[in-house]
């Protein structure tokens, strides 16, 4: 369990090292986050409004292994690597669209 936790940490120490997108979106959730939870009125909506923003940087951790990985094969122009990599990029996006859309729902529906 100590190893698995000092992996995790090594892995969030090279993500944010390495990977701009990361960074920017750690920020953004350092900025969200305070939001949401001040926003929201109950645990349920809270948790609605911070929970998209988690998910984020979860995506991004998963796209920057595909990209480490598709990098580690080989750098030259292969259809398939650039499918991995924009395919990896699209989760990222879809997870944004994800909170925009709880954001508004929540917010909104009041």
């Keep these: 369990m100590v190893r698995a936790l000092g992996s995790s940490f090594k ?3 090279g ?3 390495e990977e701009a997108a990361f960074r920017q979106e750690l920020a953004c959730a350092l900025l969200v986050i305070p939001l949401g939870l001040w926003l929201g009125h109950s645990g349920v909506e809270r948790a609605l409004l911070v929970g998209p923003v988690l998910l984020i940087l979860i995506v991004e951790l998963l796209n920057s ?3 480490a990985t598709v990098d580690r094969i080989g750098f030259e122009r292969h259809a398939l690597a650039g499918l991995a990599k924009d ?3 699209a989760a ?3 997870s944004f669209i994800l909170l925009g859309a709880v ?6 529906g009041r």
Excluded: K
């Design 11 to 13: 892995g969030l120490a």
């Design 65 to 67: 292994a595909i990209e």
């Design 15 to 17: 993500a944010f090292r």
């Design 103 to 108: 954001w508004l729902l929540v917010l909104l």
């Design 87 to 89: 395919i990896g990029s």
């Design 92 to 94: 990222v996006f879809m």
